[in-house]
């Protein structure tokens, strides 16, 4: 399943249920059973027993299940022994919550979709293994890297709590903009490079009779991404950093005021496809693929979820946000990015080596170039899409990452205060209609900000 | 005059007649159509019937699966409630006992609060319970909170009924129970079935106790996958096979209000209007 | 007093009151004592607040533009719900009984019923499309009509939002109380209708004096039942709207707010207490409701 904020909500009575159950996993959990070792070797770095078996849980979503039994056969061909049992289910939480307590957890999970575990939780419950061990050994490719090396930057930290790796996560999702290749060359437009250029070009967009730019305006989280892209692109990590760790004024930075102005723009200069603030994001989609926008904010799942409808040829093509200004601190080219599709050991597993070997043949170049073919979207694992002949989006995705280099960014407040994510998404759409300007978009966030902080009920979180 | 006025009248009836069946007629429509054709063309009938709609929403989207899941769900707590509620009733509108009153307008009452403030312990009871996501724990849950209307709407029935039947009955040395079995329930026949009804209307639509008690999408009813398929958690956007599956969820209530539709409103004046 | 009655009463209770114990009344009380509570729905202990949960809900804008939809849904939904329903009755049977209704005035009573029909999920989907802007089928038909100058984004506009939703209930419910009216007025005696027609009253008085008071117990049912709907709200909102509930809360009902502040956020004891103060406004609101129908009664002899 896309990391998308839409799940989010969509999806808030299962994690509502979720977070319910693991009150009980914090409460719960007995001896821990007797766990199979062997020896290691450098053919068996992280020591599995050769005979034991293993048990895999996973979900299967929108990313389907195919690279996780991939890596099955991967490890099979490892351990001959070992029989590896390979579940796919849509509700991981549900079927698992009972069995965490009971101390009887499977040997990997894949923790994601609307059921899913509260990590946080089963990582205060001790009920995770501590991943450091894996992130070291070589990996399946080279045994000279460790598989912490293989990994595109940011995604051991995404899968840090407290200091210690627990998740790894495998798909890598970045959010830009899109458009379409074929439409752009036919009327001889080029991406532009920076935000007044992308007024400008709007202009003749329109001018050409389309209009420039469409948006799913029933959730305006989406053109949040935008606009909290451009903002991290002129402040840099200092200014996202400020945001999520909730500091005084930290909505009313120069870079984020600027960038809920230059987002402004497209409404003063009527750059919007009329009527974009009641569609929702397959309406918007569907508007855009259908040539009706030249423009839509959107993840990189958007190839995936159309599918169906992408006219022939249309190749679709997402671009990092342009410079908001001259004196960007962020360099061109860098992007909004995260990863999703939490995998994780259970600490009282009965074959937890078994698990973290699992972990180690899921992550290796082989299954990684499975994935970006089968489930068209990119996995975290570094160069695993080179060489391979992509879909026309995954590809400029890929593109997209790989001029970032380093330079890939997210925020947190989304998830850590959801409270605030609401308040900002209303503002936007209030920005997005022309009934608040950026100066009223940013009071609004603001207070709203102060006010999460204020609030001892809430938890806080630093980075 | 009267002629002219009963002109504008049925020109007002078919007016509203229209509003209320043209977004189903839209919807019958679309669901005909390409995903392309929905779009570029709203208005257009489809250049051919693309059945084929209907066959991807009953197997692909599982409406196939939500309606067995649905049937198996509303028919059971059907079945349950008016069993149960027609004991209720019955008692408390047949005998006399110390607490009656209590009994019947603790009951009532229960029809009168919206179902969503008890949704957040509702949901704990029924994990404590270890029936959340199961059938039978919908089912119970179900029928629980359809049981105030079928009491309500029961209790004014059996007690318009003549007492001199189950008064020979009596004489006859029927217990209470086949009393109630064999005479009162039989004569109670025209609100049974219009409570039945109304009961499987409300069940079969029923959409915030499933969302938040049934969390499986395996045992999805059709309420929480048409809503979960309109806000596209799949993957991929269908809105014709969207509008497949809408049509297919209200096609079996449709059939089952036309055969009955006499029924309703007979057991409307019977019962909801006292 | 016959043989056995209590094992029978109590064998053919238990059963029900039970169910009704465990699945209603339990999470009911429960809500009560969680409403007093910090309960974060995770922590196997919840702290005692008193009353603080509720002196928050006086602060919270969310909370407050909730209660001022539901309060606007609740004075129009009911109120055109009813006015229409009764005059399409009133036009179906002739304003009385045994009088004739128009032609084809059984097809209509169908016809009418169909959007009862579609549960909520369905409705919002559907509706979804009926609003969508530029070429929906809300926007189309003005177009048609030659009306361009009214197309907009219903949902997208804070002033035409909550009328949108308004007007979904409206569509959806008038259909059930048409039946439930036209029942009502089929029982009303045709020499009374029949009286008023030989003193020479009209239509109109006809339906002011004879059909209206005939049928008040009807309406009163109606007013509550619909009283009820206006205030919850959630389904359709959630499905239809912009955010949900937007934009920007013009469409924000209790239920939304109760729902997503349990779980959502976390926050199940202030949902509780979200969820007891509507219990309480249910409750008050019905018992008005009843009292202020119940005045006068038409006794037919």
Known sequence: MNPTRRTVLRASTAAGAAAALSGCVTAGGSDPAEQATGAVTDENPLGVPADTDLEVVMFDGGYGDEYTRHAVTLYEERHPGAAVTHEGLQKVGEVLQPRFVAGEPPDVVDNTGAGRLDIAALADAGQLTDLAELLDAPSLDDPSVPVRDTLLPGVVEDGTLDGTAYFLNYSYVVWGVWYSRSLFDEHGWTYPATWDDMIALCGEIKAAGIAPWTWQGKYPEYMMDPLQSLAAKAGGLELVRAVDNLEPDAWRQDGVLAAADAIHRLVTGGHLLEGSEGLSHTEAQNAWSGGQAAFIPCGSWLEGEQQGVTPEGFDMTLAALPALTAADALPDGAVQGASSESFLVPAQALNPRGGLEYLRCLFSGEVARGFAESARAMPVVKGATEGLDLAPGLASVAAALDTAGEHVFGYKYRTWYPELAKAVDDATGELLTGRADPEQWADRIQQAADQTAADDTIAKHER | ?274 | ?301
Not at chain 2, 33 to 42: G, M, R, V, Y
Not at chain 3, 82 to 88: G, N, P, R
Not at chain 3, 114 to 124: E, K, N, T
Request: with cysteine; aromatic share 14%; net charge neutral.
């Open chain 2, 1 to 274: 005059m009267t002629r002219l006025s009963n002109g504008a009248l049925h020109l007002v009836l078919a007016a509203w007649a229209a509003l209320v069946t043209l977004p189903l007629a839209w919807a019958v429509l679309s669901s005909l159509k390409t995903d392309a054709e929905i779009f570029d063309s709203p208005w257009t009938l489809p250049s051919t019937p693309h059945w084929e709609n209907w066959a991807r929403a009953w197997n692909e989207a599982s409406i196939g699966r939500y309606l067995l899941n649905t049937v198996i769900v509303v028919g059971g707590a059907l079945a349950l409630v008016m069993l149960l509620g027609a004991l209720c009733a019955y008692c408390l509108a047949r005998y006399e006992f110390p607490g009656n009153r209590l009994v019947y307008y603790a009951l009532v009452a229960g029809m009168l609060f919206p179902v969503f403030l008890a949704l957040v312990p509702l949901f704990f009871v029924v994990d404590q319970l270890g029936m959340l996501g199961t059938y039978h724990g919908l089912i119970l849950v179900y029928a629980a909170y359809a049981l105030p209307f079928t009491v309500f709407f029961l209790h004014a029935f059996f007690r318009s009924l003549p007492s001199a039947t189950a008064e020979a009955a009596f004489l006859d040395g029927c217990s209470h129970t086949g009393v109630f079995f064999r005479v009162m329930l039989p004569m109670a026949r025209p609100g049974m079935v219009s409570v039945g009804i109304f009961n499987f209307l409300g069940l079969w639509n029923q959409y915030l106790l499933p969302l938040v008690l049934n969390p499986d999408p395996d045992r999805y009813v059709l309420a929480q996958g048409l809503a979960a398929l309109a806000v596209s958690q799949g993957y991929r956007s269908d809105f014709s096979g969207l509008f497949a599956g809408l049509i297919i969820a209200i096609l079996p209530v449709l059939l089952a209000y036309l055969l009955f539709q006499r029924q309703i409103r007979a057991g409307l004046t019977a019962g909801a209007v006292r």
């Open chain 3, 1 to 301: 007093m016959r043989h056995g009655k209590y094992r029978f009463l109590i064998g053919a209770l238990a059963p029900p009151l039970l169910l009704y114990g465990v699945f209603v009344v339990s999470p009911y009380a429960q809500a009560f004592h969680l409403a007093l509570t910090d309960w974060n729905g995770l922590s196997a202990e919840a702290g005692f607040v008193g009353l603080a949960n509720f002196a928050e809900l006086w602060g919270d804008p969310l909370f407050l533009a909730a209660l001022r939809n539901n309060g606007l849904l609740l004075l129009a939904v009911p109120l055109a719900t009813i006015a229409l329903a009764l005059f399409f009755a009133a036009c179906l049977t002739g304003g009385g009984a045994r009088r004739k209704g128009v032609r084809g005035s059984g097809l209509y009573r169908v016809v009418y019923f169909f959007p009862q029909l579609l549960s909520v999920a369905i409705l919002g989907v559907l509706f979804q499309f009926v609003y969508t802007p530029g070429d929906g089928l809300l926007n189309g038909l003005l177009g048609a009509v030659g009306l361009d100058a009214l197309q907009r984004s219903w949902l997208a506009d804070p002033a035409t939002a909550l009328p949108a939703v308004a007007a979904v209930m409206v569509w959806s419910a008038v259909g059930f109380y048409v039946v439930l009216f036209t029942a009502a007025m089929d029982s009303i005696p045709a020499d009374v209708v029949e009286a008023a027609t030989l003193d020479g009253a009209g239509r109109f008085t006809l339906f002011r004096r004879i059909t209206l008071p005939l049928v008040r117990d009807s309406v009163q049912v109606a007013y509550v039942y619909l009283g009820i709907l206006a205030l919850d709200g959630f389904a359709l909102v959630q499905i239809m709207t912009v955010g949900p509930g937007g934009p920007d809360n013009a469409t924000e009902v209790m239920g939304l707010t109760l729902y997503r502040a349990a779980f959502t956020y976390g926050e199940f004891g202030y949902a509780a207490a979200m969820g007891v103060t509507l219990f309480f406004i249910t409750l008050t609101l019905t018992a008005l409701a009843l009292r202020a129908t119940r005045s006068e009664r038409v006794e037919l002899a």
